[in-house]
């Protein structure tokens, strides 16, 4: 009896597992073939820090994409009231003119590009190589402190055409070290719109001097200013994202991108 009922459930458990098996290979291919555009940094080359654009599909493209990038250095004003850190992201352009060269590898998925940087852009991975500014006082019980990130945060706009297709698709999304999102029409426009704003916040390149140097000097000057003579106008705190309808919130929703956590926490 055993016997027989052995024989009879297994074959129904092996066309079971079949099943799962063969639902669980379409879904990968299904996600293998799902366009999927990267940039990965490495920036903790000394001589030649590189960020290379990334294809993680397997479906074949009709030729590699046509792209743009948009490159920002991040830095945060942290200040601690009633017990809780808050922050405000600012993002510090830096002129496309600054890539020294590029190499393509002529292929339409894995590493599709690489653009090389100053070594002023070498940066290590870790909480050590973020720098701080001195402390800021805003009032007697009120502190800030200007924090920039040794990164680059990448906005990359293009399209792109399967082979055999005409009809173009577009890439839309912002990359860096910890993750990436992709920014609908709305938040491009937004983000857009800061850079417009505040272009005098664009970084130049200071020989042997750390580009993430440059832009937490500038910031925390600019912040300073801000501090000691109030804003003269309004365009005065449109780094910090004080213009009305606050560029929609895109850099709140970038802030999560830069630090997970807050690094002065404790």
Known sequence: MIKKYFFTIVPIIISLFSLYYT???????????????NIVQNLW????????????????LAQPPY??????????????ADKKIYSNLI??????????????SFKTTGDIETSYLPKEF??????????????????????????TYPMIVIYCKGSYRYSGEKRLHSINFLSTPIDKINLSSTDSKNLNSY?????NLELKVIKNQSIYQTANDNISKRFNEL???????DKDGYFIGAKKGGYGFILKKINYLISPHDPIDD
């Open 91 to 104: 993002l510090s352009p830096i002129s496309y003119q600054v890539i020294t060269k590029q190499t393509d």
């Open 45 to 60: 080359n000394p001589s030649e820090p590189s960020f290379t654009f990334v294809n993680e599909s397997t479906k074949k």
């Open 122 to 147: 070498f940066a290590k991975k870790g909480s050590r190589d973020i720098i701080e500014s001195k402390e800021i006082s805003l009032n007697n019980s009120l502190k800030a402190k200007v924090v």
């Open 195 to 199: 850079i417009r704003d505040n272009s």
């Open 23 to 37: 639902h669980r290979v379409d879904q990968r291919t299904r996600y293998d073939e799902k366009p999927s555009f």
């Open 227 to 233: 501090v000691q003579n109030g804003a003269k106008s």
């Open 67 to 80: 792209h743009t990038y948009l490159l920002m250095i991040p830095s945060k004003i942290y200040w601690k």
